[in-house]
């Protein structure tokens, strides 16, 4: 099986600041693309930044120029570094990845648990 884990989510002023991580462990030969995506009350889930294994990135247009994604490949985790964060960003945040678990296995997709995000005006 494959476990991914959350951190870094918590309450912060607007203007401010976080850093997520996400680490991938389990049955893991290699990760596709990696991702977060995040899910306010009432809303469906978005997402809001991809990152693959080769580096391309793509962001939702709400969050580009203030959140950048990154991954370590070796650690199999991905972050995302929030910056001039919003109200309008708080919202539960999910880490998502596309695993192969065997080498030319078809990728399967795994969710994390989630983190909250909460910024106050």
């Known amino acids: 099986q494959v476990q991914l884990v959350e951190s870094g989510g918590g309450l912060v002023q607007a203007g401010g600041s976080l850093k997520l991580s996400c680490a991938a462990s389990g049955s893991i030969f290699s990760i596709d693309v990696m991702g977060w995506y995040r899910q306010a009350p009432w809303n469906q889930r978005e997402l809001v930044a991809a990152?693959?294994?080769?580096?391309?990135?793509n962001y939702a247009d709400s969050v580009k120029g203030r959140f950048t994604i990154s991954r370590d490949n070796a650690k199999n985790t991905v972050y995302l570094q929030m910056n001039s964060l919003r109200p309008e960003d708080t919202a539960v945040y999910f880490c998502?990845?596309?695993?192969?678990?065997?080498?030319?296995?078809?990728?399967?997709?795994?969710w994390g648990q989630g983190t909250q995000v909460t910024v106050s005006s």
């Open positions: 990152i693959t294994s080769g580096g391309s990135r």
């Open positions: 998502n990845a596309d695993v192969r678990r065997w080498p030319l296995s078809t990728p399967a997709n795994y």
